[in-house]
């Protein structure tokens, strides 16, 4: 061996995210002889399924947001650096990032964009002012302000209108995440807050699921779908579906059916949980690449999960769009591994291209209390022993032996008890939005080039 290799730096491994897949990409490369860098605009690893607990005050946000560091603090060949990162160049190989402090170039040999994604508003990005969505640490402690302090402003409320409307709660979605949520808020005014308050009483709050699609869970069959509306109508949840939101407000809701007509729900407290999508990052890919993007912004890769005509980057999870594959966690751990795996074939010099293949260990949601749908393979189960799957699935997957026993404990205290543990909101969390995006649009006023006089033509 010559000096020269002797000084020649291991293979560098940059990725982009924190989530499931570049996660997972990094623990896989642990044992290569690669450097690795993780590139992420938080820092920490966020489990985001269980992030309607935080809302709803049954999670702490540290029990399903470990620092990444403390989860990669034994794998020697990684760093991370917190930054987000606005442009990759393909032809020079560079990622740059922008921190507090200033801007970061990293050069890459073999690069992995796991960047994810986030909530589509479905081009009305204005409603997000008003129904916050699912997808952050920020939108789950915002919600929790929400949904707590409404139950405060009831309790002070004299007009009967306005204590109405502040007990009205509006989750936008019936997926997973808009079904969870209901369900969690309802157990919250039924059971957990029923006896906190002497004017208003909790259990007399409407809890409206909304979704323009005609089916719940559209991902499960017809069976599940089915058991899970029944367990949510038994709970005194408003299913309304083909609704399709049009306006949302401080005060309410607009709706419209299929037939054109139009309704409002006056509520102080809505949720945004339909929709996704994928990072922009995604675009700026494709432009450079030629790959194509789909409707949500995921990058159309190649069948080993690479970008065409660049081998050496990797495109996952939620950020990519490869035989329909939905974006969920399992998906984005699998691809994470596939990654790792093709740049550990190519480092030693055997052969790449392999094709991605999911393996599906099938889904699930919770509904309520004991009572969730679980589809696995061809077994399909609803209630207390699809819980039961849904509790032992989640607490493996969550990191760390310290988050699942907390987590356990918690989840004793609000299934088999009654209490929330984590039911501390303040005036910040639910103002920080409106602040941030005011200081936004006085800043793009400041820039914006002043209005022109209209020029009068000069009378002869």
């Known amino acids: 061996m010559t000096r020269s290799d002797e000084r020649r730096a291991p293979h560098h491994v940059v990725v982009i995210g924190s989530g499931f897949g570049g996660l997972f990409t990094t623990k896989a490369l642990a044992r290569d002889d690669v450097r690795v860098t993780v590139v992420a605009s938080t820092g920490h690893h966020l489990f985001q399924p269980l992030l309607y607990q935080v809302a709803t005050g049954v999670l702490s946000e540290g029990e399903v947001a470990p620092a990444t560091r403390e989860v990669l603090r034994r794998q020697r060949n990684a760093r991370v650096l917190l930054g987000t990162v606005t442009d990759v160049d393909l032809a020079s190989r560079t990622v740059t990032s922008v921190h507090p402090a200033g801007e970061n170039h990293l050069h890459y040999d073999s690069l992995v964009v796991a960047a994810g994604a986030g909530q589509s508003y479905f081009g009305r990005d204005e409603f997000a002012r008003y129904a916050p969505g699912m997808k952050s640490i920020d939108d789950a402690l915002e919600l929790r302000g929400r949904i707590f302090g409404a139950f405060e402003l009831a309790e002070l409320a004299e007009d009967p209108d306005e204590r109405a409307a502040l007990l009205t709660f509006v989750v936008v979605g019936a997926g997973p995440t808009g079904v969870e949520m209901a ?53 005194g949840i408003e299913v309304q579906l083909g609704q399709k939101v049009v306006g949302v407000d401080a005060d309410g809701v607009d709706l419209e059916d299929a037939d054109g007509r139009t309704s409002r729900i006056a509520s102080r ?96 949601a919770t509904v309520s209390r004991f009572h969730a749908v679980a589809s696995v393979g061809k077994v399909e189960v609803s209630g207390f022993i699809a819980w039961l799957m849904w509790l032992g699935v989640h607490l493996v997957y969550l990191i760390g032996f310290k988050n699942r026993i907390t987590t356990l404990l918690h989840w004793l205290v609000s299934f088999v008890g009654s209490g929330r543990s984590e039911r501390t909101a303040t005036l910040q969390q639910v103002r920080a939005r409106g602040a941030l995006l005011e200081q936004e649009e006085r800043a793009a006023a400041a820039v914006a080039p002043p209005a022109q006089e209209p020029v009068t033509a000069k009378e002869e």
């Open 183 to 235: 369900g969690q808020i309802a157990e919250l005014a039924h059971r957990s807050l029923r006896d906190d308050f002497r004017r208003i009483d909790p259990r007399s709050a409407r809890i409206v699921l909304l979704d323009a699609a005609p089916t719940l869970l559209g991902a499960f069959s017809d069976k599940l779908s089915g058991a899970a509306r029944r367990q949510l109508e038994r709970l």
């Open 269 to 364: 407290t809505k949720v945004w949980a339909a929709g996704v999508a994928a990072s922009p990052l995604g675009r700026r890919l494709a432009e450079q690449s030629g790959a194509t993007v789909d409707r949500a912004g995921r990058v159309e890769v190649l069948p080993d999960c690479t970008l065409p005509g660049h081998p050496e980057v990797f495109v996952i999870g939620d950020m990519m769009s490869l035989d329909r594959l939905p974006g969920v966690a399992q998906v984005a751990m699998q691809s994470g591994h596939h990654a790792a795996d093709q740049i550990r074939r190519r480092l030693q010099g055997r052969e790449t291209g392999q094709p991605f293949r999911f393996h599906d260990k099938g889904s699930m």
